[in-house]
């Protein structure tokens, strides 16, 4: 501590705004302690927030290791610690259900709209097989209630593993990109809109 000084002169004054100076460093110590926690706070949900997310894709590679027709591999890397890049898939009666997707907007946001599209994924071509139905009814659940008005471009893709035949539907999304022995070409497809949009969209489907 400073001492105490009777006199009101320019000592006093300056043992004055030295005491000033202890006490703003003082609460700023407090406070950038608090800001600290906060921080680390933040940084942890955020950490558990990713964990989360990327449990919910695909992460055992190769999936199907009994199978000789099919081989699948998959990444995702967000730009930030949680963000709105999807992809998901699964087989069920001979077929092939996958999704690749991109939530508009960055962080948590994004990522709780990529849980929701995911889940939603799974749910609708449980019960819908054509790639254009799963699609429009996406949107439709989407766009019900989206006051934050986000949206998700989205390709949605059924194979049928006995004839390899493909059908698909595109909502807004990056036309795929297809590999063979004659090199890189891209799939064809309507551009359609994404779902989150447009409620009475007409989703088109190859």
Request: with cysteine.
């Amino acid at each position: 501590s400073l001492p105490q000084i009777k006199y009101e002169d320019e000592v006093r004054l300056l043992r004055d705004s030295f005491e000033g100076m202890q006490h703003s460093l003082t609460q700023y110590i407090e406070e950038l302690k608090s800001t600290t926690a906060s921080k680390a706070a933040i940084e942890n949900e955020l950490k558990v927030t990713h964990d989360i997310q990327m449990s919910m894709l695909p992460k055992t590679f190769p999936p199907y290791p009994e199978r000789s027709d099919i081989d699948i591999f998959g990444m995702l890397k967000p730009a930030k610690d949680v963000g709105g890049d999807l992809f998901d898939f699964y087989i069920s009666n001979e077929q092939l259900f996958f999704c690749i997707g991109d939530v508009s907007g960055k962080g948590v946001p994004a990522s709780l709209v990529m849980a929701v599209t995911r889940s939603l994924f799974r749910n609708i071509s449980a019960h819908v097989a054509a790639p254009n139905l799963i699609v429009s009814t996406l949107n439709t659940a989407l766009t019900e209630g989206n006051e934050t008005n986000m949206f998700v471009t989205v390709f949605v893709g059924v194979l049928d593993l006995k004839t390899g035949h493909l059908s698909y539907s595109n909502a807004g999304h990056d036309m795929p990109l297809l590999l063979d022995a004659n090199g890189v070409t891209i799939l064809s497809c309507d551009p359609n809109v994404p779902v989150g949009v447009c409620d009475d969209w007409t989703f088109t489907w190859d």
